[in-house]
T-cell receptor, first 113, second 111 residues
């Protein structure tokens, strides 16, 4: 069975500083990987996804993530954060050939002015 | 996009509730998730072609329907206090890996 571990529950960072949100996954088969963002009292919005090919994936709002198969990781990065990036971020995995998506417990990104 | 109704709901323990979801145009698969406060979304079940196509660790009192227009309902019987959560509907296209399109959710409070 697939699973996702987000190592940090909260990450405070100053505005315009870089940030990395960590995600590790576990699966015995090939996977697709996703990052979603959730703003307060809203649903989840897809930031980016890894399906195949290049291990560096670029998403919306200047975010990018790198798939590392040997370390089973899919960390999310942004070189310079803005106040508007304050939200909760969820890493998610689905096994190839299956529709079910499993989510991590989330990382709250707090951008400090 | 995906629309869910109602946005908020308060029910009494033991009652029954129906939540509704309209899929994004062109999507034929609907998944339901429960998100308790401070937690990640937990998979309840998924529907494809009106059939349940996978289920998470939820009791049978959680049930669903998918209609010919690919809209969906989530029904919960005999509500318990722990059922208080944000219920999220997500639509997708079977066979097209690409993640979900989520609705904004229904906030259910059981008192």
């Amino acid at each position: 069975a697939q699973s996702v571990t987000q190592l940090d529950s909260q990450v405070p960072v100053f505005e315009e500083a870089p940030v990395e949100l960590r995600c590790n996954y576990s699966s015995s088969v090939s996977v697709y990987l996703f990052w979603y963002v959730q703003y307060p009292n809203q649903g989840l919005q897809l930031l980016l996804k890894y399906l195949s090919g290049s291990t560096l994936v670029k998403g919306i709002n200047g975010f990018e993530a790198e798939f590392n198969k040997s370390q089973t990781s899919f960390h999310l990065r942004k070189p310079s954060v803005h106040i508007s990036d304050t939200a909760e971020y969820f890493c998610a995995v689905s096994e190839v050939g299956y529709q079910k998506v499993t989510f991590g417990t989330g990382t709250k990104l707090q951008v400090i002015p | 996009g995906v629309t869910q109704s109602p946005t908020h709901l308060i029910k009494t323990r033991g009652q029954q509730v129906t939540l509704r979801c309209s899929s994004q145009s062109g999507h034929n698969t609907v998944s339901w998730y429960q998100q308790a406060l401070g937690q990640g979304p937990q998979f309840i079940f998924q529907y494809y072609r009106k059939e349940e196509n996978g289920r998470g660790n939820f009791p049978p009192r959680f049930s669903g329907l998918q209609f010919p227009n690919d809209s969906s309902e989530l029904n919960v019987n005999a509500l318990e206090l722990d059922d208080s959560a944000l219920y999220l509907c997500a639509s997708s296209s079977a066979g097209v890996p690409g993640g979900y399109t989520f609705g904004s959710g229904t906030r259910l409070t059981v008192v």
